[in-house]
T-cell receptor
Framework: AQKITQTQPGMFVQEKEAVTLDCTYD???????LFWYKQPSSGEMIFLIY??????QNATEGRYSLNFQKARKSANLVISASQLGDSAMYFC??????????????FGQGTRLTINP | EAQVTQNPRYLITVTGKKLTVTCSQN?????MSWYRQDPGLGLRQIYY???????DKGDVPEGYKVSRKEKRNFPLILESPSPNQTSLYFC?????????????FGEGSRLTVL
């Protein structure tokens, strides 16, 4: 079964520190994609970063990077130099061919990140 | 501007009073889906549609209906809402066969059933 696990319900980090949000996944499909979304207190879902299972390099988008360890089935999100505006809920998600032809995303439970000044 | 639009954004209703949450996208996406978000459970899929007139159940379809008569619209219908349907609802869409499969989300509809 396709599954995403986020084991950190909440994290507290000092401003300007780097933070790593954990995500592990389970799939038997060799081709899959991994996503991170941010949900601020206003509620909308903001796409942050994507990693394909065959991508040779870890994905990066500005201060966000994805630490993709395929053998361990982990896809941790790293935020460098955290800012107060990074305080939000973060969701890891996966798509795979077995999931409605790779259109469906399966989500983890989320991690609530709080940045302290 | 490319977007997914949901209405209403906020709604308080009473048990048994039928309601519809509308969803419209302007990106010509084939695939549309409804999710509900509950604390500690993440987002769970309610229904999805691969194209016009093609809909199917997701993981938590009980108590919901959908229709897809036009490509851009995918309304979610609660025929007889109950308090356990109090939740934050998201409509999402994507292009079938797109490069990443990124889902584009609406802004969410927060529903309270008393």
């Amino acid at each position: 079964a396709q599954k995403i696990t986020q084991t950190q319900p909440g994290m507290f980090v000092q401003e300007k520190e780097a933070v790593t949000l954990d995500c592990t996944y389970d799939t038997s499909d060799p081709s899959y994609g991994l996503f991170w979304y941010k949900q601020p207190s206003s509620g909308e879902m903001i796409f942050l970063i994507y990693q394909g299972s065959y991508d040779q390099q870890n994905a990066t988008e500005g201060r966000y990077s994805l630490n993709f360890q395929k053998a361990r089935k982990s896809a941790n999100l790293v935020i460098s130099a955290s800012q107060l505006g990074d305080s939000a809920m973060y969701f890891c998600a996966m798509r795979a061919p077995a999931l409605q032809g790779a259109q469906k995303l399966v989500f983890g439970q989320g991690t609530r990140l709080t940045i302290n000044p | 501007e490319a977007q997914v639009t949901q209405n209403p954004r906020y709604l308080i209703t009473v048990t048994g009073k039928k309601l519809t949450v509308t969803c419209s996208q302007n990106m010509n996406h084939e695939y549309m889906s409804w999710y509900r978000q509950d604390p500690g459970l993440g987002l769970r899929q309610i229904y999805y549609s691969m194209n016009v007139e093609v809909t199917d159940k997701g993981d938590v379809p009980e108590g919901y209906k959908v229709s897809r008569k036009e490509k851009r619209n995918f309304p979610l219908i609660l025929e007889s809402p109950s308090p356990n349907q109090t939740s934050l609802y998201f409509c999402a869409s994507t292009k079938v066969g797109g490069p990443t499969g990124e889902l584009f989300f609406g802004e969410g509809s927060r529903l309270t059933v008393l």
